[in-house]
Structure formats: C-alpha cells, structure tokens
C-alpha cells in the first residue's frame, strides 16, 4: 500500500527556521517525484515544487523564489521541505504528494500544519 | 497560463453535476487535466487524472472530460451523494512549467 506520512504540526515564531518531512513507503520511492502543494487558510492549492529522490532533481515555483528549500534522502525514503526565516504569511497546511511522472499527483500525505507567530 | 473555475455550484442528492475548468490560453487537449477533492479538514486526494482517468477505489459516479472546441475541461460527478461535498480542484501542467491549479470550486449537495 502506498502510503505518505509527514511531520506533525508546528508552530514557530517568525524569523526561525523549519524542516517538515514527508516519508513515503508502499513504493519505489527514487523513482517516483514528490511535490509539495500550499494551501493557506480558506485558499486554494498552490504548487511549491518537485524533487526527483533517485538524483534530487528540483524544480521551483517562480512563486516562491528562494523561499523555500526542497530536498530528499533515499536512504530513508524522505522527503523535505526547509525555512530558513518563517515569515507570518507562510503559515499554511502543507502536503506532500506522489508524482509517478512529474506531471500529476495520485497520492497524497495527511498534511503539515504550519503556523507562525509571534 | 491560468485555469479558471466557477467559485461554486450546488445540486441536490441523487442529481448530476458538472465542473468547468478553462484554460487562458494554448489548447487543453495539449495537456493532461487532473482533478482534486478536498474535503473539508481532509487531505486531497485525486478523483480523475490524466483527463479521465479514475484512480482504483473512485466510484464510476466521477468522471472527465475536455472539450477543445472551449478550451476546457469537465468534472462530472452523477448520482450526487452528501459525501462528495467538498472543493474540486483542476490542475494541469506544460513541460517544462510549473504545474497550475484552478481556484477551486465548492460543491454543495443540498
């Protein structure tokens, strides 16, 4: 069964630094992209970007530039999406998602809720 | 490149109800469409892929379409059941591009 499990919640002041995971199991996980969609309250679904694990090809949204940092680890079959300064407006349900092709999800991990105040 | 769909639509149970999504530019029918649930306090999960498409485990009740002659593409979802209110989202992608996603609409079942 494949299966997408990320981090728990978090809650940060602005300014600090974040990682949250996304561990992916059931499948062949270097071969298989892993996208990472925003959605902030009451809004829609928003692309960040898109690793590749088996040679961490990543790709952004003009979107976000240099907000954010995608990475990957086969070794554990993770997935990560890093901070390096919170801001308040990035406080927002992240997910994590399967992209066999790069082009489409077909599934998704439970959510990271994201919260950032001072 | 944009898609856009409508803010909402409502229909009662057991009826049909169709989406839109429609491209700002280019030809649709170029590009896989994928369609997403969201339901309220819910992960997405995917209903319809590659344009029409059903992931095992969605019920024949939902399927898509895209219709080049407008340039967009179609969710439809029969025999309406109270579980399927939600947000739906369209998304497509161009090689190349970042991946886009439509705004969402809200399915009301009443």
């Known amino acids: 069964e494949v299966q997408l499990v990320q981090s728990g919640p978090e809650v940060r002041q602005p300014g600090e630094s974040l990682k949250i995971s996304c561990q992916g199991s059931?499948?062949?996980?270097?071969?298989?992209?892993i996208v990472w969609v925003r959605q902030m309250p009451g809004k829609g679904l928003e692309w960040i970007g898109i690793?590749?694990?088996?040679?961490?090809?990543?790709r952004y949204s003009p979107s976000f530039p240099g907000q954010v940092t995608i990475s990957a680890d086969k070794s554990i079959n993770t997935a990560y999406l890093q901070w390096s300064s919170l801001e308040a407006s990035d406080t927002a349900m992240y997910y994590c998602?399967?992209?066999?092709?790069?082009?489409?999800?077909?599934?998704w991990g439970q959510g990271t809720l994201v919260t950032v105040s001072s | 490149f944009m898609l856009t769909q409508p803010h909402s639509v409502s229909e009662s149970p057991g009826k049909t109800v169709t989406i839109s999504c429609t491209g700002s530019s280019g030809n649709m029918a170029n590009n896989y469409v994928q369609w997403y649930q969201v339901r309220p306090g819910s992960a997405p999960t995917t209903v319809i892929y590659e344009d029409n498409q059903r992931p095992s485990g969605v019920p024949d009740r939902f399927s898509g379409s895209v219709d080049s002659s407008s340039n967009s593409a179609s969710l439809t979802i029969s025999g309406l059941k109270t579980e399927d209110e939600a947000e739906y989202y369209c998304q497509s992608y161009r090689s190349g591009n970042p991946w886009v996603f439509g705004g969402g609409t809200k399915l009301t079942v009443l």
């Open positions: 059931g499948y062949s996980f270097s071969t298989n992209w």
């Open positions: 998602a399967r992209s066999p092709f790069g082009s489409t999800a077909d599934y």
């Open positions: 690793i590749f694990p088996g040679d961490s090809d990543t």
